[in-house]
């Protein structure tokens, strides 16, 4: 439960970064982030893989690359469901889900690094073979 919202957390504050980047992109308060992030992460959690097997063919031809625009299409979609976060342009449907996508990763690494506990990073005596 705590990894869920610390995991919502992270995500809205890269939400948040999307927004100072990507113009096209908006978010009104950290509210609507926190929302966003849950929003993201619900449709990445059913729309996503439907999208992804639809789309399979077109995947394959471009070696991969459709998948960004799949991403982008959910980045969009989640904003559909969120007053205070919108997407517009194709500037913001490409690059934000891939500036969200490396604000995460960096947040959860500096996090995990500062707070190892907080991020479930901890290791027992029993796993380091002490």
Request: proline share 5%; charged share 10%.
């Amino acid at each position: 439960m705590l990894g869920s919202f610390i995991a919502a957390l992270v995500t809205a504050l890269s939400l948040l970064v999307v927004d100072l980047i990507i113009p096209g992109v908006r978010i009104d308060t950290f509210v609507a982030a926190l929302i966003a992030a849950v929003a993201i992460g619900v449709v990445n959690g059913l729309i996503r893989p439907v999208l992804q097997i639809l789309s399979l063919p077109l995947t394959l031809i471009t070696f991969g690359l459709f998948s960004i625009v799949v991403n982008g299409l959910c980045f969009w979609l989640a904003s559909l469901f969120v007053p205070g976060f919108s997407v517009s342009g194709p500037l913001a449907f490409l690059l934000g889900p891939i500036v969200l996508s490396f604000a995460s990763t960096f947040l959860n690494r500096y996090l995990g690094e500062r707070r190892p506990g907080l991020m479930g990073t901890e290791t027992s005596e029993l796993q380091d073979g002490v």
